[in-house]
């Protein structure tokens, strides 16, 4: 069973996004989520489809003598991949441990579950798994697609109440001639998903940045938020509202929205209600990467691009499927020229 820290790992981290105050929250969070599990996966794809894929789950020695140990076990964290075809190594220093699975997948073949993070309770469904898969969508094209999938709890015991206080903040943004409940309530959600994609990743969590500018630079708090989630809000909301809410409008609303978040956040720190307590009903927190090598000139992908050595990497919080399943895609030419290209 999952350990008291490591459930409230992940219990601080999803209160962040489901209340307007984060300010405490989020450094409770990130604090907590220094002590987790983590996997790094590298997907190395070959031109005919086929791909090797190395696992490495990692994890805090939970058992140094002398100290008091709240890092979980690494098998409390994730399920990690044994059986035919996986070749497993495991290696132990004085701070880790580590757990390597490495396969190879068949050209048309694909791989589910490799990435599962479980929940709290020996019984509980898994927070999140996985599909991964490669195939051509034209020729000298190939396609790498890897979902993540929420499978944990949809809610907590305060998420209806966080969710109405966020609403609220969004009904006050809004032009009053749209601030219908209905347009408040699916506004809402879309703020809600791109706050969760900022705070959790992909393509990079920014977590951090946020704990940075609200505890050192406040003043800039707000302006970031709107710099992170403003211009996908923005292509949510015009393509919602259209010529209704034109895009000048759409600025200010947003200008207001990151305003009255970050107000509320100074509100909620002082007050330090026991609503903001974490609820501790889900599991390990666990950090995640994901990590491409394609056989050619990447002309495709929603992934961080490093063009240098043409590797293709996310990184994210499971946290951050629990409003719909996060889709890794990449794709490559395999061509002549686009390789040789790729090779200057």
Not at 156 to 184: D, R, Y
Request: net charge positive; hydrophobic share 40%; charged share 20%.
């Amino acid at each position: 069973m999952a350990s008291a820290h490591a459930r409230f790992c992940t219990g601080a981290a999803l209160r962040i996004v489901r209340c307007a105050g984060f300010a405490t929250s989020i450094a409770a969070s990130a604090w907590g989520l220094m002590g987790c599990g983590r996997c790094a996966v590298t997907t190395t794809v070959n031109t005919d489809g086929s791909f090797k894929r190395l696992a490495v789950y990692s994890s805090p020695k939970s058992d140094k003598p002398g100290q008091l140990n709240f890092a979980p076990k690494l098998e409390d964290v994730f399920v990690l991949p044994t059986g035919p075809g996986v070749n497993v190594v495991k290696t132990k220093t004085s701070e880790e441990i580590s757990y390597r699975a490495t396969r190879t997948v068949a050209a048309g073949q694909g791989l589910k579950g490799d990435v599962t993070v479980r929940s709290a309770g020996p019984n509980a469904p898994p927070l999140c798994t996985n599909e991964v898969s490669v195939r051509r969508i034209a020729p000298g094209k190939l396609e790498y697609t890897e979902t993540i999938h929420w499978t944990g709890p949809k809610e907590t015991k305060s998420t209806p109440v966080k969710i109405l206080e966020l609403e609220q903040i969004v009904k006050g943004a809004l032009p009053a001639e749209l601030a219908t409940p209905e347009n408040v309530h699916t506004v809402g959600q879309i703020v809600m998903r791109e706050f969760f994609h900022m705070l959790f990743g992909p393509p990079e969590p920014k977590l951090a940045n946020l704990i940075t500018n609200l505890l050192s630079f406040p003043e800039v708090a707000a302006h970031q938020l709107v710099k992170d989630v403003g211009p996908s809000i923005d292509r949510a909301l015009g393509e919602k509202f259209g010529n209704r809410f034109p895009h000048g409008e759409r600025v200010k609303f947003m200008r207001a929205l990151a305003d009255a978040m970050i107000q509320s956040a100074k509100t909620s720190a002082e007050a330090k209600t026991t609503a903001d307590q974490p609820s501790g009903d889900t599991g390990p927190a666990a950090a995640l990467s994901f990590l491409v090598r394609m056989p050619g000139k990447v002309v495709e992908t929603n992934g961080e691009y490093d063009e240098y050595t043409g590797d293709v990497y996310w990184a994210l919080y499971p946290d951050s499927a629990a409003l719909g399943d996060i889709v890794l895609r990449a794709v490559c030419d395999t061509s002549a020229a686009a390789r040789a290209a790729a090779a200057k």
